[in-house]
């Protein structure tokens, strides 16, 4: 009599061969995983869409492509809290959207500070709103020359890429009549990585030569994955905007998705009765809690 496929030895076999690959794909697995945690640090430097540089393919952001996000009135608002100051900051700019971003904070009579990619300002036209960004009463911040991960790059490479953005800036100052005023400088680290010891170092130097201060946040609106993650839509970034408090400096990207929302964000200040204002304003002695941040993620990748 001919063996039934699923009885005796061969139900035996059959299983065995089961359970193996079962086992060589948990296995397979768990060696991808631990793979991709080894490599994260490594590689995300290089993803442009994890934070924050337009790559050379999105070198004309408009709002042409961009999904529709709730209006203000479409939202629930968050409660009323202590009236005071708080600064908005967008990274990665001028490009394309920055335009929008300028109106949307005029029509509210809010101020901001941009961080600025200094290669973008070798782009007239995104020089152009740079000059109209101090014209209209905002600030300016150094975010480096190509935003590329301190991590990656030699000490010498890191401080021309500090220099070189602050060249444009003074520059700019230059063009917007503001030569030669007194200015607070700030400067925000590519991705938030200072890089190795020797590399921060470097950047601790050059920036207390030039007269900067460094500018973290306190509120990460991760606004940059409605970029890269169709899920991550509108209505997540106005969540976290809803925790914000009185002299929070908030983290926004210079996206073209970013302006779409931020209407709404606004709305969101003013029923909480908080007014934006340019980190030009901001008091030094708020920045006692970064230097406790930074010392706490340097500790975290073993910098310390």
Same mark, same amino acid.
């Given at each position: 009599?001919?063996?039934?496929?699923? #009885?005796?030895? #061969? @139900?035996? *076999?059959?299983?065995?061969?089961?359970?193996?690959?079962?086992? %060589?794909?948990?296995?397979?697995?768990?060696?991808?995983?631990?793979?991709?945690?080894?490599?994260?640090?490594?590689?995300? &430097?290089?993803?442009?869409?994890?934070?924050?540089? &337009?790559?050379?393919?999105?070198?004309?952001?408009?709002?042409?492509?961009?999904?529709?996000?709730? !209006?203000?009135?479409?939202?629930?608002?968050?409660?009323?809290?202590?009236?005071?100051? =708080?600064? =908005?900051?967008?990274?990665?700019? &001028?490009?394309?959207?920055?335009?929008?971003?300028?109106?949307?904070?005029?029509? /509210?009579?809010?101020?901001?500070?941009?961080? %600025?990619?200094?290669? /973008?300002?070798?782009?007239?036209?995104? !020089?152009?709103?740079?000059? *109209?960004?101090?014209?209209?009463? +905002?600030?300016?911040?150094?975010?480096?020359?190509?935003?590329?991960?301190?991590?990656?790059?030699?000490?010498?490479? %890191?401080?021309?890429?500090?220099?070189?953005? +602050? @060249? *444009?800036?003074?520059?700019?100052?230059?063009?917007?009549?503001?030569?030669?005023?007194?200015?607070?400088?700030?400067?925000?680290?590519?991705?938030? +990585?200072?890089?190795?010891?020797?590399?921060?170092?470097?950047?601790?130097? %050059? =920036?207390?030569?030039?007269?900067?201060?460094?500018? $973290? $946040?306190?509120?990460?609106?991760?606004? $940059?994955?409605?970029?890269?993650?169709?899920?991550?839509?509108?209505?997540?970034?106005?969540?976290?905007?809803?925790?914000?408090?009185?002299?929070?400096?908030?983290?926004? +990207?210079?996206?073209? !998705?970013?302006?779409?929302?931020? &209407? #709404?964000?606004?709305?969101?200040?003013?029923?909480?009765?908080?007014?934006?204002? #340019?980190?030009?304003?901001?008091?030094? !002695?708020?920045?006692?809690? $970064?230097?406790?941040?930074?010392?706490?993620?340097?500790?975290?990748?073993?910098?310390?």
């Amino acid at each position: 009599m001919q063996e039934h496929p699923l #009885s005796g030895e #061969s @139900k035996t *076999r059959t299983l065995n061969q089961t359970r193996s690959a079962s086992t %060589v794909g948990r296995r397979a697995f768990l060696r991808f995983g631990a793979a991709w945690i080894a490599a994260f640090p490594v590689i995300s &430097p290089l993803v442009s869409q994890a934070g924050l540089l &337009p790559t050379a393919i999105d070198k004309e952001s408009g709002l042409s492509d961009v999904e529709v996000f709730p !209006r203000p009135d479409d939202e629930a608002i968050g409660e009323a809290v202590e009236e005071g100051p =708080l600064f =908005l900051t967008f990274d990665d700019g &001028p490009v394309d959207s920055t335009d929008i971003i300028l109106d949307r904070l005029a029509e /509210n009579g809010q101020k901001a500070t941009f961080f %600025v990619i200094g290669r /973008n300002l070798d782009k007239t036209r995104w !020089r152009n709103l740079a000059v *109209r960004s101090l014209k209209e009463g +905002h600030s300016l911040g150094n975010h480096s020359y190509t935003h590329t991960s301190f991590f990656s790059l030699s000490r010498q490479q %890191v401080e021309e890429e500090m220099r070189e953005t +602050h @060249k *444009r800036l003074e520059e700019v100052a230059e063009e917007a009549g503001l030569k030669g005023r007194s200015q607070i400088l700030f400067f925000r680290f590519p991705f938030g +990585h200072t890089g190795s010891k020797t590399n921060y170092t470097a950047a601790s130097k %050059v =920036l207390t030569q030039l007269g900067y201060n460094e500018a $973290w $946040w306190d509120l990460d609106t991760e606004d $940059w994955r409605m970029r890269v993650a169709p899920i991550y839509r509108g209505s997540r970034v106005l969540g976290k905007v809803k925790r914000v408090k009185p002299r929070d400096v908030v983290l926004f +990207h210079d996206r073209a !998705r970013t302006a779409e929302i931020l &209407p #709404s964000v606004l709305q969101i200040l003013k029923n909480k009765k908080l007014t934006s204002l #340019s980190m030009s304003s901001y008091d030094s !002695r708020w920045m006692r809690r $970064w230097d406790k941040k930074q010392a706490t993620e340097e500790e975290t990748m073993g910098l310390l």
